[in-house]
């Protein structure tokens, strides 16, 4: 597979077949009052009850939706599993340490700014803190070689026009996809000054925090927790083990340079504002760090000024001073678009078309009414990434009406349509040869079930 995310929730996904349903949906979950069991026998290696509950837990904690009865569905992917497991052995595949840490700090935050306190955590899920972290360690790390059995299965699945026209030409006219109203925009940004003075209080409130921490009188966490502007505050500014690329080389710069966990950083300035950061472990090539993060103030007169200079801009634009693609290139202060000559990029699709709801609201709200070539006024948004206001002017590059997909207009759509279901189905014809080749053993009270695989009950 193409993905490189190794969640335990989205192996599970990716190997569910959609709209799989038990054929039991209100199959009663083995009885409670057992203190475990095993539940099915995959070669010599059994899956406990305690297992299945537990990633029933971790799946509810996460928001992820279990299709038809859990008692069915996640005992059949824990097989799954273990069959891309002995094969990932056999293949001498291992996940990389320092990855899979990264991604277990990622997820235990997770479970802590949902759940409030690493306390009630351990209480939901019933474990100790580090049983928790060991536990999701062994769970990434297998998550992360049955990614890459599976990408090794699947990497010569290449489309030719050729076949992409014969599964285009195979779909039911009901099953050809829809594709919704679609455009394409460029799009000019403006940070407002911001005026001298705030940014200087800014910094005083960050050097006081920090003389207090360094003079032993304040704890970095508790003021972490009462002034940072960062979404962290709720663990006391602490963002997890990360390695450099994980955070913008300003931040990086500084945070890897730290050596005293008693010592906080000098103030440090990036895209998001201003911090302060503080160590709390190395460990290899990653580090754990608490940070307080301050913004400096916008003035709805700054705001405005912001608006002011983009519409005086767009109406050079128009009065073909010069093309939006060179103001864009000039101007803008956009990142993601300014060396792209202004044009928008859908994160989600990595193409340059977005649906309207995949747009942010105010870009949405301006392209509504516009056609190809026109140019917004300017109008104030909310930069989502960096949680702030911008000025902004838009261009409409095109629009693309909603319609069946056709081979002309939607090839790479119907191209990726084409790839993944040829993937499946490499993916299903192994593991249904692997269910043949292996002993499989199910407990009474954990069947029948409508599986997604053949061949599980011989």
Known sequence: ???????????????????????????AAPKKNVVDEVAWVVGDEPIYRSDVEDMYAQMRSEGTSVPGDPYCFIPEQMAVEKLFLHQAKIDTIEAPESQVFAQVDRQMDYFVSNLGSKEKVEQYFRKSWPALREQLADR????????????????????????????????????????????EAQIITLNP?????????????????????????????????????????????????HGKSDFVPEFSAVAFNLNDPKKVSRIVETEFGYHIIQLI???GEQANVRHILLRPKVSQADLDLAVERLDSLGRDIKGQKFTFEEAAGVVSQDKDSRNNRGVMVNQATGST?????????????????????????????????????????????????????????????????????????????????KIRETYVRIEDGWYPCEFQYEGWVK
């Open 193 to 241: 000054v911001i005026p001298r003075q705030e940014i200087e209080d800014v910094k005083a409130r960050l050097r006081d925090y920090a003389d207090r921490v360094n003079r032993g009188e304040a704890d970095f966490a508790t003021l972490a927790i009462m002034n940072s502007e960062d979404g962290s505050y709720m663990q006391g500014g602490e963002l997890g083990f």
């Open 1 to 27: 597979m193409k993905t490189k995310r190794f969640t335990i929730a989205l192996l599970l996904t990716a190997i569910a077949a959609p709209g799989l349903l038990c054929s039991i949906p209100s199959l």
């Open 353 to 433: 078309r977005f649906e309207m709801q995949q747009l942010p609201p105010e870009v949405a709200a301006r392209l509504e009414s516009m056609q190809p070539g026109d140019v917004s006024e300017a109008f104030i948004m909310k930069d989502e990434r960096r949680n702030r206001d911008v000025a902004a002017i838009v261009k409409l590059t095109s629009r693309s009406p909603g319609h069946k997909a056709s081979m002309l207009e939607d090839y790479a759509m119907l191209k990726n349509m084409y790839e993944a279901q040829e993937e499946e189905n490499i993916i299903r014809d192994w593991v249904e040869k």
């Open 140 to 183: 990434m790390r297998n998550s992360y070689v049955v990614e890459q059995v599976k990408s090794s299965l699947t990497k010569d699945v290449k489309a030719t026009p050729r076949a992409v026209r014969r599964y285009y030409e195979s779909l039911p006219e009901d099953s050809i996809p829809f594709v919704p109203l679609t455009v």
């Open 281 to 283: 472990e190395k460990r």
